[in-house]
């Protein structure tokens, strides 16, 4: 489906982004959604301890 959002949370665009720009994002509020901030903090934190 490519369209615009049809319900209340869903997101308003989609795309593929360097993991090494998702840090940078969230500093800066372009990521606020709780359930994409659970699992990028997860990987971030995984990447880090590797």
């Known amino acids: 489906y490519e369209g615009?959002?049809?319900?209340?949370?869903?997101?308003?665009?989609?795309?593929?982004?360097?993991?090494?720009?998702?840090?940078?994002?969230?500093d800066r509020r372009?990521?606020?959604?709780?359930g994409s901030l659970v699992g990028l903090l997860y990987v971030l934190m995984d990447e880090a301890i590797r």
């Open 30 to 34: 372009e990521i606020v959604s709780s």
């Open 4 to 26: 615009p959002p049809t319900e209340k949370n869903e997101s308003d665009r989609i795309e593929w982004i360097p993991l090494s720009d998702v840090r940078g994002m969230i």
